[in-house]
């Protein structure tokens, strides 16, 4: 049993204003005792959320919290490499006309390697292709 924690998830789980505050929060905790199994995330999605906690929220408070959290022993990081990348670049232009960001598509392509089933988003583009998570 696995779980994959996306962007969206950080950044709410640390920004009390945000709409999925609550919501993250409850998520996340489960999360860390185990409750979905181990918890994956990458390196892309570090980089994004701490550009966006960096462009959005602007404190380093709240950026340096939110990398603490990501970098805990508790959750693997994976790094995205040339396979992923690859594969995440077919999904980026198969998928190009719903939008999604590149590095939404190495998500689902770690996603799919790795065989994890749930991921915790407020990202609608990942229902449908994988068991999003809410907070019931």
């Known amino acids: 049993m696995a779980v994959f924690i996306d ?13 999925y505050h609550g919501e993250a929060v409850n998520l996340l905790r489960r999360a860390l005792r ?4 181990t918890i994956f995330t990458t390196d892309y999605i570090y980089g994004e959320t701490l550009t966006l906690v960096m ?11 939110v990398s603490d959290t990501m970098l805990s022993p508790r959750i693997v990081m994976l790094s ?9 670049r077919e999904l980026f232009f198969r998928l190009f006309d719903k939008r999604i960001s590149f590095t939404d598509a190495t998500t689902m392509a770690v996603m799919q390697q790795e ?13 449908g292709l994988f068991e999003v998570l809410d907070g019931s």
């Open 115 to 127: 065989h994890i089933q749930k991921i915790i988003t407020f990202d609608s583009h990942f229902r």
């Open 7 to 19: 962007t969206g998830a950080f950044m709410a789980y640390r920004n009390k204003k945000d709409a």
């Open 34 to 37: 185990r409750e979905f199994g």
């Open 80 to 88: 995205i490499d040339t396979n992923v990348r690859n594969r995440a």
């Open 55 to 65: 462009s959005r929220i602007g404190n380093k408070n709240v950026a340096k919290d």
